[in-house]
């Protein structure tokens, strides 16, 4: 897998890699407002996941990025998400589903 110096890179390489849609989270499902398109957990899989945190270790700047494919192979695109923020948001399926990276 690349390693990414830091989070412009890798959403730039992503991109130039086919990942070019943006995914939000909601509680449920993975959701691309220029497409209209929700996919649910059993509709997707993580194909990467690339961490990055603040030099000073402040929790407020750690991120990951998760490169995401729909199981059909037609849409890809990533998830930037602040490490924690929607832990508490989120169904039981879609916490288990990213936390498997």
Same mark, same amino acid.
């Not at 730039?12 to 959701?31: A, E, I, N, T, V």
């Not at 059909?72 to 923020?85: I, P, R």
């Given at each position: 897998?690349?390693?990414?110096?830091?989070?412009?890179?890798?959403?730039?390489?992503?991109?130039?890699?086919?990942?070019?849609?943006?995914?939000?989270?909601?509680?449920?499902?993975l959701y691309c407002a220029s497409k209209s398109l929700k996919l649910k957990?059993?509709?997707?899989?993580?194909?990467?996941?690339?961490?990055?945190?603040?030099?000073?270790?402040?929790?407020?700047?750690?991120?990951?990025? $998760? !490169?995401?494919?729909? #199981?059909?192979?037609?849409? %890809?695109?990533?998830?930037?998400?602040?490490?924690?923020? $929607? !832990?508490?948001?989120? #169904?039981?399926?879609?916490? %288990?589903?990213?936390?498997?990276?």
């Amino acid at each position: 897998m690349v390693q990414y110096n830091d989070m412009v890179q890798a959403l730039k390489d992503l991109k130039q890699r086919g990942f070019d849609m943006d995914f939000s989270l909601l509680s449920d499902c993975l959701y691309c407002a220029s497409k209209s398109l929700k996919l649910k957990p059993e509709d997707f899989t993580v194909l990467e996941t690339h961490r990055f945190e603040s030099i000073d270790s402040s929790p407020d700047n750690n991120a990951v990025i $998760y !490169a995401i494919s729909s #199981t059909d192979g037609k849409n %890809k695109g990533v998830l930037v998400d602040a490490y924690g923020t $929607y !832990a508490e948001e989120m #169904t039981h399926e879609m916490a %288990k589903k990213l936390s498997k990276t």
